[in-house]
C-alpha cells in the first residue's frame, strides 16, 4: 500500500517535471507568441493590452504559478489561429487517436502473443529461421513507410480503402458514437490500424517466445508433463498463461508509447488526431495548441508507465518481494 | 626488476581483454550479416561522391530543353526522378550519409551518457543514485518522437538539434541495464581486491568496474543507431529536417507531398525506405549477436 502511495507521488512528480521542462521550452521559444495575435495596425496601447489578457505582462516565476494552475484544471488557452480554446480541440481529436492505437495495439498483441508461442513451440524448426528475421525486418521498417506503401497499392492502386482521413467529406452524424461505429468510419480505419499493428505486433511475438522458452523450462511444466498431459494442454493452460504476464505489461506500456509514435502514421493517412494536430501546429508556430497536445501525450504516458508498473507488481507476486538485491 | 617492463605489457593484455568481448559476438551469423551490411553502407557513404551519376539537388534539363520530370528508371537514371526533374538513384546514395551521421553520432552520445550515468549510479548509490534515477523516470515520462519534433520544430531544422533531441530521452534504457550490471560487479572479488590494495573509487570504476559493463553498452549502442536512423527519417518526412540536405527521410516527405502515392512511382519511394529497413535491422542483428553471448540462457 506504502509502495503504492509512493509510486502515485512518483507518477506526479514526473509529470510536474514534464510541465516545468514544457513551461521553459516554450517560453524560452524565438519570437513574440503575441505575433500571431498583433495586427499590422495597433497601437501600442493595443499591443500592451493585448500582452495583458495573456498574462504576459507578469513576472516569469508569476506566470509559471499561473501556467501549473491552469494545466491542473485542463486551461491550455485558445488557439492562435482556430480562436477556439485548445481543449475544445484536443477533446474533439482524441477519441480518433485513442481508438486507432487501441485497435491497432489489440490486433498487434492478439497476433503477437499467439505467433509467438506458436515459435517457441515449434522452436528449432525452419519455420523460427524464417520468422525470426521477418519479424525483426517489420520491426526495422520506418512506419510512415510502410502506411505509404500499404496506402498506395491498397488505397491509391486497388481503391480497396478511402486514401485519408476519419470519415469522407459531408458525411453527418447525431454523435461521436454513431460516427465512430459508423461503416464509413471503419472502412477509414482499416490500413492505418494494419499499418500500426503490422509495426507493433514485433515486441509481443519476440516477447512471448521468449517467456514461452524460459516457462517451459521451470518445474511445474516437467511436473505437468509427468501428469501425462497433452503437449497442446501444457502450452495452453500452463506455460501460456504464465508467459502472458509480460506481455500485458508491456501492452500498457504500448498504449502511453504509441500515443505519441503514432504522430507520424497520422500524417501520412491524414487521420484527424492528437499527433497530426501536434505537428501542424508546430508548423504553423501554433504554440497553445503545440503545448496542450504535447502535455496530453505526456499525461498518457505517464500514466501508462504507472499502470505497467502496477501491473507488473499485482499479476506476478513474486515481483514485489524479490524486488530491488 | 620486472617491473620495469610489466606496465606496457599489462597494458597490451588489459587492452586485449577489453576489446574482446567486444568483438567476440561477431562470430554470431546474425551479427556478421549486421556488420557486413554497415560496412557495406558505410563504404557507399565514403565514396558517395564518386557513386552519384548527377548532383542529387541539381534540377534536370533534357538536351532540347525539356525538364526531366516524373521519368522512371532507365539507364541514365536508375531509379528515375522526381517530378521536380532531380535524380532519385543520387539522392539515394547521397542520403546514406545522413543517415550514418546521425545513427552513429546519436548512438555513441546515447551509449556515453547511459553507460557514465549508470556506472555513477550503480557504484555510488545514495543520493547520485537517487537523483539519476528519478532523472531517469522523467526522461522515459516524455513522448520521444513528440519531444524530437519540438526540439527539431522550435530549435530550428537542423541535424544537431535532432541529434540532442533523441540524446536527452534515450539514455535512460541503457543506465538502468548497466546500472543493474554494476551492482552485481561491484560485489565481485577483484573489485574488493582493488579496494582494498587502495586503488582511489575512479581507477576502480574505469579501470576494473567498466570493461566489464563494455558489451552492454555496445549492446545498447547497437540499438540506439537503429532507434536513431528512424527517428531522424520520420522527423525528415514530417517536414522538420534540415531543407537544404538529401536524406532518406526527405525522400520520402518529397515522394509524399507530390502524389507519388496516387501514381504508384514505387521506384521513387520505395527505396529509401528499403535502405532505412536494411541499416536499421543491421542494428537489431548486432545487437542479437551481443544479447546471446551476454545473456547465454537466451541462445537457443
Known amino acids: 500500500m506504502l509502495s503504492l502511495l509512493s509510486r502515485f507521488l512518483q507518477m506526479l512528480f514526473v509529470l510536474w517535471v514534464v510541465a516545468t521542462i514544457l513551461f521553459f521550452l516554450f517560453r524560452l521559444m524565438p519570437g513574440d507568441p503575441t505575433v500571431a495575435y498583433i495586427d499590422t495596425n495597433f497601437n501600442e496601447e493595443q499591443v500592451r493590452q493585448l500582452k495583458k489578457s495573456f498574462g504576459l505582462d507578469q513576472p516569469l516565476h508569476v506566470q509559471y504559478v499561473l501556467y501549473l494552475g491552469n494545466l491542473a484544471v485542463g486551461e491550455f488557452g485558445n488557439s492562435f489561429h482556430q480562436k477556439q480554446p485548445v481543449l475544445k480541440i484536443l477533446l474533439s481529436v482524441l477519441p480518433n487517436t485513442i481508438i486507432l492505437t487501441l485497435s491497432s495495439l489489440i490486433i498487434a498483441y492478439a497476433f503477437g502473443s499467439l505467433a509467438g508461442a506458436w515459435l517457441a513451440w515449434r522452436r528449432g524448426t525452419w519455420i523460427e529461421g524464417v520468422m525470426i528475421p521477418l519479424v525483426l525486418t517489420l520491426r526495422a521498417a520506418p512506419e510512415f513507410w510502410l502506411g505509404m506503401v500499404l496506402l498506395s497499392i491498397f488505397g491509391f492502386q486497388l481503391g480497396w480503402f478511402p486514401s485519408g482521413g476519419a470519415n469522407s467529406a459531408g458525411a453527418l452524424y447525431t454523435s461521436e458514437w454513431q460516427r465512430i461505429t459508423s461503416a464509413d468510419f471503419l472502412r477509414h480505419l482499416v490500413l492505418p490500424a494494419a499499418t500500426l499493428a503490422l509495426y507493433l505486433q514485433g515486441l509481443p511475438l519476440l516477447l512471448m517466445r521468449s517467456n514461452m522458452l524460459d516457462v517451459m523450462s521451470e518445474d511445474f511444466i516437467t511436473m505437468a508433463r509427468m501428469k501425462g498431459l497433452s503437449t497442446r494442454a501444457i502450452v495452453l493452460r500452463h506455460a501460456a498463461r504464465n508467459a502472458l504476464l509480460p506481455v500485458a505489461t508491456a501492452f500498457a506500456l504500448g498504449f502511453g508509447a504509441s500515443i505519441g509514435g503514432n504522430v507520424v502514421i497520422e500524417t501520412v493517412f491524414s487521420w484527424p488526431g492528437l499527433g497530426r494536430l501536434l505537428v501542424s501546429a508546430v508548423a504553423a508556430s501554433d504554440y497553445p495548441i503545440a503545448q496542450g497536445a504535447f502535455f496530453i501525450i505526456s499525461v498518457v504516458l505517464v500514466v501508462m508507465n504507472f499502470v505497467a508498473d502496477l501491473l507488473y507488481s499485482a499479476l506476478d507476486p513474486r515481483v514485489s518481494h524479490a524486488r530491488r538485491g | ?300
Open chain 2, 1 to 300: 626488476m620486472r617491473d620495469a617492463v610489466e606496465p606496457v605489457q599489462r597494458q597490451r593484455t588489459r587492452f586485449v581483454a577489453a576489446i574482446a568481448p567486444i568483438l567476440a559476438p561477431l562470430r554470431d551469423p546474425f551479427a556478421a550479416t549486421g556488420v557486413t551490411i554497415y560496412i557495406v553502407f558505410v563504404l557507399i557513404a565514403i565514396f558517395a561522391l564518386s557513386l552519384v551519376s548527377h548532383d542529387p539537388l541539381e534540377i534536370l534539363f533534357n538536351d532540347d530543353g525539356r525538364l526531366v520530370a516524373g521519368e522512371g528508371p532507365s539507364r541514365q537514371h536508375l531509379l528515375g526522378t522526381t517530378t521536380l526533374g532531380r535524380d532519385i538513384f543520387s539522392q539515394l546514395v547521397i542520403g546514406t550519409r545522413a543517415a550514418l551521421y546521425v545513427g552513429l553520432t546519436a548512438a555513441v552520445v546515447v551509449a556515453l551518457i547511459g553507460t557514465v550515468v549508470g556506472l555513477v549510479s550503480g557504484y555510488f548509490g545514495g543520493w547520485p543514485d537517487a537523483v539519476l534515477m528519478r532523472l531517469a523516470d522523467v526522461a522515459l515520462g516524455i513522448p520521444f518522437l513528440p519531444f524530437v519534433i519540438l526540439m527539431a520544430g522550435f530549435r530550428g531544422p537542423r541535424t544537431s538539434n535532432i541529434i540532442l533531441g533523441i540524446a536527452l530521452l534515450l539514455w535512460p534504457n541503457t543506465a538502468r541495464v548497466i546500472r543493474a550490471q554494476v551492482l552485481s560487479v561491484r560485489e565481485r572479488a577483484f573489485v574488493e581486491a582493488a579496494r582494498v590494495t587502495g586503488a582511489s573509487t575512479w581507477r576502480i570504476l574505469f579501470v576494473h568496474v567498466a570493461p566489464n559493463i563494455l558489451p552492454l553498452s555496445f549492446l545498447y549502442g547497437s540499438i540506439a543507431v537503429g532507434w536513431a536512423i528512424l527517428t531522424e527519417a520520420s522527423i525528415a518526412f514530417l517536414g522538420f529536417g534540415p531543407s537544404n540536405q538529401v536524406s532518406w527521410g526527405s525522400m520520402l516527405q518529397d515522394a509524399y507531398a507530390s502524389q507519388a502515392l496516387s501514381r504508384g512511382d514505387y521506384h521513387w519511394f520505395v527505396p529509401p525506405g528499403l535502405c532505412i529497413v536494411l541499416v536499421v535491422v543491421a542494428g537489431f542483428f548486432v545487437s542479437r549477436g551481443y544479447e546471446t553471448i551476454l545473456f547465454p540462457k537466451l541462445k537457443d
